[in-house]
């Protein structure tokens, strides 16, 4: 199950893994949610089970069908680092990615610590990128977690932003995503809590992808930060980084 994705900042999504459980502030009006229970009101068989996390096996060799190079996000649809996947299934999944190095592929976490744990043991490929979700100052811990996973690219998504996120340590992150919750009961977001995040990374150096301003019509409020889009993507460690990194 792949599909092309609005998401401004890939090509599309590929999703292993279907359902997922809160984890933090952050997951309160889960996007993935709403949309599972539509797709399983509709009859769509991968979503059977609703929002219950599943396993599709049959997925995992899908990446060496597609013959042109694309960004793909990683399990919009879940998490692949949720503590009831097994790490045989993580393990196929990264050697699929692994063996496809024409394609760029996007991971996003909530699950940091799990992360952290399995990640050094894993093959990360310079086309497998590593993300956290950091909705706010209690989930900041995640940065740390994220630092150490030798990933070609270290990103954070700052996405739903429910709260300021000022002094936060950039040292080897790559980049760094904004964006307000969109959807029914869209929680706010001050434009001064953006305005930070991109001080920050202008002063430590780290691209700044400004996705959208949320809210229940985020196609009226836009993607605009003072008159001006912010696009910038990441520049790829180079391999000696990664060795260093999986060495520390």
Same mark, same amino acid.
């Given at each position: 199950?792949?599909?092309?994705?609005?998401?401004?900042?890939?090509?599309?999504?590929?999703?292993?893994?279907?359902?997922?459980?809160?984890?933090?502030?952050?997951? /309160?009006?889960?996007?993935?949610?709403?949309?599972?229970?539509?797709?399983?009101?509709?009859?769509? !068989?991968?979503? $059977?089970?609703? #929002?219950?996390?599943?396993?599709?096996?049959?997925?995992?060799?899908?990446?060496?069908?597609?013959?042109?190079?694309?960004?793909?996000?990683?399990?919009?649809?879940?998490? %692949?680092?949720?503590?009831?996947?097994?790490?045989? #299934?993580?393990? $196929?999944?990264?050697?699929?990615?692994?063996?496809? !190095?024409?394609?760029? #592929?996007?991971?996003?976490?909530?699950?940091?610590?799990?992360?952290?744990?399995?990640?050094?043991? %894993? !093959?990360?490929?310079?086309?497998?990128?590593?993300?956290?979700?950091?909705?706010?100052?209690?989930?900041?811990?995640?940065?740390?977690?994220?630092?150490?996973? !030798?990933?070609?690219?270290?990103?954070?998504?700052?996405?739903?932003?429910?709260?300021?996120?000022?002094?936060?340590?950039?040292?080897?992150?790559?980049?760094?995503?904004?964006?307000?919750?969109?959807?029914?009961? $869209?929680?706010?977001?001050? /434009?001064?809590?953006?305005?930070?995040?991109?001080?920050?990374?202008?002063?430590?150096?780290?691209?700044?992808?400004?996705?959208?301003?949320?809210?229940?019509?985020?196609?009226? $409020?836009?993607?605009?930060?003072?008159?001006?889009?912010?696009?910038?993507?990441?520049?790829?460690?180079?391999?000696?980084?990664?060795?260093?990194?999986?060495?520390?």
């Amino acid at each position: 199950m792949a599909t092309h994705s609005s998401i401004e900042w890939t090509d599309m999504t590929w999703n292993p893994v279907t359902g997922c459980t809160k984890v933090s502030a952050g997951c /309160k009006n889960c996007y993935a949610e709403r949309m599972a229970g539509r797709l399983q009101a509709m009859g769509q !068989p991968r979503y $059977a089970r609703g #929002f219950t996390l599943t396993l599709h096996w049959d997925l995992i060799d899908l990446p060496y069908t597609w013959s042109k190079p694309r960004r793909v996000f990683i399990n919009s649809m879940s998490d %692949l680092f949720h503590p009831d996947v097994p790490d045989e #299934f993580i393990r $196929a999944v990264f050697e699929t990615m692994s063996n496809c !190095p024409a394609h760029q #592929f996007q991971l996003l976490t909530k699950r940091s610590t799990r992360l952290k744990h399995i990640g050094p043991s %894993l !093959p990360w490929t310079l086309n497998i990128w590593a993300g956290v979700s950091v909705e706010n100052g209690q989930a900041a811990y995640r940065v740390d977690d994220l630092r150490g996973v !030798p990933a070609a690219v270290r990103f954070l998504s700052c996405e739903p932003l429910i709260g300021p996120l000022d002094g936060l340590d950039l040292a080897d992150i790559d980049w760094v995503i904004a964006g307000g919750e969109s959807g029914p009961g $869209a929680r706010p977001m001050s /434009k001064s809590w953006v305005e930070s995040l991109l001080l920050q990374c202008r002063s430590s150096n780290v691209p700044f992808f400004f996705k959208q301003w949320g809210g229940t019509r985020k196609a009226r $409020a836009g993607r605009l930060l003072n008159g001006k889009n912010y696009d910038e993507m990441p520049v790829p460690r180079a391999r000696q980084s990664l060795d260093s990194a999986a060495a520390s």
